[in-house]
């Protein structure tokens, strides 16, 4: 069904063009044909030293969406479209990554990060919101719930960052050993990096998913940089989590291979103050919200109705 549709929409925009085009502008015109679908306006807003571009759509209560490292606002458009009609959306490409701007001796560290948040949401004029994060995405909004818990109406976790896992998956055994399994040489490695972070893969146009690794081949060594630092700096939620005071819910994959899904009870046992609520979705990795969007968003919205 998605390859049908992506199938007739590309026809549809290719029927548009009169002259050629590059790949990269085609890629871009998919990308762009997924942001209608889904009611989201791509902006631009400067946070402190950064350009910060964002994706916002939709009318209601405020959903924050937070990617992961390497990864995008796109990561979400898809996940997105399930609730631009009855909540208002903003999903950031994080200072570093995506098309917001990258500075060489900046900070990309979790605080850092969690305060660009807090500018730009400042900078919005939005006092609450439910914020949700997969990944370092979720590493960064979980800490920023328990810094700033007056603006967390509640908090997702999506296969979240920034707790030791009892069970190491796949990634951290090759981390610890030193080969950085996200971090691909060439298109055909991105490709096994695709492979890594989900089961089972929503389909992507050949050209569109080329235009995609060759982004990631010409940061690559930005996003070296970045784990690095994280890496180095090795910051433990465990202290911070006690403070979070919005509901939460921790949503996993089963067969997430980057951060295995033993990691909920850790956050479970820390979670003192809040209320959670576990979610697994079974057959699907460590990006729920691209590979099952879906059914992602019933469990989401499911928990914010409740």
């Known amino acids: 069904m998605l390859r049908r549709f992506f199938v007739a929409a590309m026809a549809a925009v290719l029927l548009g063009f009169t002259t050629a085009c590059s790949q990269e502008e085609l890629a871009q015109s998919a990308l762009r044909l997924e942001q209608k679908i889904a009611r989201l306006e791509r902006k631009t807003v400067q946070v402190g030293d950064h350009s910060m571009v964002y994706l916002e759509g939709g009318q209601g209560p405020t959903v924050v969406m937070l990617h992961g490292i390497t990864a995008d606002s796109g990561n979400w458009t898809r996940f997105a479209r399930y609730y631009t009609d009855n909540y208002h959306v903003v999903i950031p490409d994080l200072p570093g ?18 305060e660009r948040l807090y500018a730009l949401m400042q900078t919005l004029g939005v006092k609450q919101f439910h914020l949700v994060g997969n990944s370092m995405g979720g590493y960064i909004s979980a800490y920023y719930a328990a810094q700033h818990p007056e603006t967390v109406r509640t908090l997702g976790l999506f296969s979240a960052a920034g707790v030791d896992a009892p069970t190491q998956s796949i990634f951290m055994k090759e981390l610890q050993a030193g080969n950085n399994l996200m971090l691909p040489s060439d298109r055909e490695d991105f490709r096994r990096v695709f492979k890594l972070v989900m089961e089972d893969p929503p389909y992507v146009p050949g050209f569109v998913f080329d235009v995609i690794a060759d982004k990631a081949l010409r940061n690559r060594e930005f996003d070296r940089k970045v784990f690095t630092e994280l890496q180095q700096q090795q910051l433990d939620l465990v202290p911070h989590l006690p403070k979070i005071t919005a509901p939460t819910l921790l949503l996993w994959g089963e067969r997430d291979q980057v951060l295995d899904s033993s990691a909920i009870p850790v956050f479970q046992r820390h979670l003192t103050a809040s209320k959670t609520t576990v979610s697994v979705i079974p057959q699907v990795g460590h990006l729920p919200m691209l590979e099952q969007p879906g059914e992602t968003a019933k469990r989401h919205l499911m928990f914010l109705g409740n």
Do not use: E
Not at 97 to 114: L, N, V
């Open 97 to 114: 990554f995506g098309d917001s701007s990258r500075i060489p001796t900046a900070s990309y560290s979790i605080p850092a990060q969690s």
